[in-house]
């Protein structure tokens, strides 16, 4: 965690539901896993002169030894490198496979020390936790509804440069996808404290709240503290670590801190123990050693990150109010070409029950997502995969009226787009959203170059917007390439309110 850090650029906040019950049972994190994590970090700053800092050949060194785990355990690793200061850093991205890559949680620590000391504490213990963690998902096969990606950031300790680096080089959709960021930053101090990000800004001392959906995964980790009977307390965003550019894309974030230089009142010596003195006393000097860490806190803290990873990438509770449900099983009221501007001459949007279709690979589906009809483009087979496929431009369908009520409102839907490696970025689906006279694309996926099949996805989209307001959905498809073979479909559109 460096000592100074900017001030991070904080957005308004929705209030969250509590966190649901984790569908699978988390597991115990065994500490001494851990410790062996930061005993390796301690050997690979012993053998580089002391340090893993940035451009230094300690800090190459720990990320060769987290990414060599992880590609053993079955993750899927980027080494993204960067330049700053004259020198290169890396950041080690490490994405499990299967979820939805369309709402993907993060799970974030910093790699590198300062260049006075090895960092075990500062941020061995934040980065071992997050490691052991992504290595007990690899143990027992977790598969969560949403997609996870764990990172370890390269050059924290010189404001935020990995962790920038990386939100910077996502493009807009990229950045939507991420529904959450957890940030482990000391999470064994030897004098701790319990501190989570004060997601709702009713805990802490008035940074602002983070981004909406902060809340949950502070009432998340809250909920495990609480089960465990050890108090927490809020601390502000203040822009420290490497939530920074998460939180100032409007992506919510959370995450756990023992504290640093900063020294422990006496009411915080009677909330958790220890001394008035330091929370930290060798953050940032060459004391920073395995011997530098509470196995209490490190120990409480692990589990604590693997109960927050289990309930928020797996979160199957109770659904709110269904304001709005069409599964296509019966007819509903939407309309094709509403606007009578189509252009698509064939593979118009209707509701039917599909045929299955290929050409290399599964251009439509011949199964819906439940019961036997879905919207989708052109629902015959034909003669040949491109019989009814979209050609020659867009074709819409609009659903019936929905009065959305007050609260906080969501969209889901299952959707795919497919294509041969003669489509390209004209093609495209969409689903917008008509209120009145604005229509605003909500969710678009753009066509490649590539062959693409077909392949049922989930999506959720945000709607709270408009609230209190009656809208239509608008899906879309369009074949805007030449000679490009394109399909679509759409099933089990619902619309809640929590």
């Known amino acids: 965690m460096p000592l100074i850090g900017a001030t991070a650029l904080l957005l308004s906040v929705a209030a969250a539901a509590p966190a649901q019950a984790a569908a699978v049972a988390p ?75 369309n709402d993907t949680l993060m799970v974030g620590a910093h790699l590198d020390s300062v260049t006075a000391g090895p960092g075990i504490n500062d941020n061995g213990t934040g980065s071992a936790a997050s490691l052991e963690v992504a290595l007990a998902v690899a143990r027992t096969g977790f598969q969560p509804t949403r997609h996870l990606r764990f990172a370890w950031w390269g050059a924290e300790e010189l404001g935020l440069r990995g962790s920038t680096f990386y939100v910077n080089s996502l493009s807009a959709a990229q950045k939507a996808a991420i529904g959450g960021y957890l940030n482990f930053d000391m999470v064994g101090s030897p004098n701790p404290g319990y501190f989570l990000y004060d997601g709702d800004d009713s805990d802490g001392t008035g940074s602002g709240p983070g981004p909406a959906g902060s809340a949950e995964i502070e009432d998340t980790l809250e909920a495990y503290f609480t089960s465990i009977n050890v108090p927490t307390r809020g601390t502000d965003f203040d822009g420290r670590s490497d939530y920074g550019p998460f939180i100032a894309n409007g992506i919510p974030a959370g995450g756990i801190f023992t504290g640093a230089e900063g020294r422990k009142t006496a009411a915080q010596v009677e909330l958790w123990g220890g001394t008035t003195g330091a ?59 509403a606007a009578g501007g189509d252009t698509a001459t064939a593979g118009a949007w209707q509701r039917g029950d599909p045929a299955a ?119 879309e498809a369009a074949d805007a390439s030449t000679a490009s073979l394109v399909e679509a479909a759409v099933d089990d559109v619902v619309v809640t309110r929590s």
């Open 279 to 337: 929370f930290d006393p060798c953050y940032h000097r060459a004391c920073d050693t395995v011997t530098n860490v509470s196995d209490t806190a490190l120990d409480r803290n692990s589990d604590a990150i693997a109960y927050a990873v289990w309930t928020l990438a797996d979160d199957t509770g109770t659904p709110g109010e269904t304001v709005f449900g069409d599964d296509f099983e019966t007819a509903r009221g939407w309309a094709a070409n």
């Open 357 to 475: 279709t290929s050409s290399g690979v599964a251009t439509q589906l011949g199964t819906a997502v439940s019961g036997s009809n879905d919207l989708v483009t052109g629902a015959a087979a034909g003669t040949s995969a491109g019989t009814y496929d979209v050609d020659g431009g867009a074709t819409t369908i609009q659903s019936p009226a929905i009065a959305l009520p007050s609260g906080t409102l969501s969209l889901s839907f299952s959707w795919y787009l497919s294509h041969l490696n003669n489509s390209s970025s004209a093609d495209y689906f969409r689903v917008r959203v008509i209120s009145g006279t604005t229509v605003t694309t909500v969710f678009n996926q753009a066509g490649a170059a590539t062959n693409r099949a077909a392949s049922w996805q989930k999506a959720t989209v945000n709607l709270s917007a408009y609230a209190g307001q009656t809208v239509r959905l608008q899906v």
């Open 27 to 101: 597991p115990d994190i065994p500490l001494a896993n851990v410790k062996n994590h930061l005993s390796q970090f301690q050997s690979i700053a012993t053998a580089n002169g002391g340090n893993r800092a940035h451009g230094r050949p300690g800090y190459l060194a720990s990320v060769t030894y987290v990414k060599g785990l992880l590609d053993a355990a079955g993750f899927q690793t980027q080494q993204q490198s960067f330049t700053y200061g004259g020198a290169t850093g890396y950041n080690l991205i490490a994405d499990w496979p299967g979820g939805n890559t």
